[in-house]
């Protein structure tokens, strides 16, 4: 760099940033599908409902604890529907809702990814 330049040598300028006054579109579709276990839950009710503890077996290492919040902020957001089987002993199931189905060819395209580099 020259002096006319007006900088310095070693000095770095420093480009405008952009400022983003709101959540980009990325990040708010992370809020819905980020997070442990969410993805994997939805993945688990693609073809049919699934019974809670059925659910929790199926995840492996996810404790009953965070499957039954993280079931509670996708049902709270539309993406699973729950349903109550029977009240004494107390059994539900959950199953995807069509919000939740939307969502399904993302994953698929996360699962090629992954699978295409091995990561």
């Not at 994997?40 to 290492?61: M, T």
């Not at 959950?94 to 399904?104: H, K, M, Q, V």
């Amino acid at each position: 760099m020259s002096k006319q330049d007006g900088a310095r040598i070693g000095e770095v300028k420093e480009s405008p940033k952009k400022v983003c006054l709101e959540l980009c579109p990325i990040e708010r579709g992370m809020r819905i599908l980020g997070g442990k276990w969410k993805a994997s839950i939805l993945w688990h009710l693609k073809d049919e409902p699934v019974r809670f503890n059925d659910l929790c077996r199926q995840l492996g290492g996810a404790s009953k604890k965070m499957v039954d919040q993280r079931l509670k902020e996708m049902e709270a957001i539309g993406l699973v529907r729950r349903n109550v089987l029977s009240t004494r002993p107390i059994a539900v199931s959950y199953e995807i809702t069509d919000f939740g189905r939307s969502a399904l060819c993302i994953l698929e395209k996360l699962k090629d990814w992954t699978e295409k580099y091995g990561v």
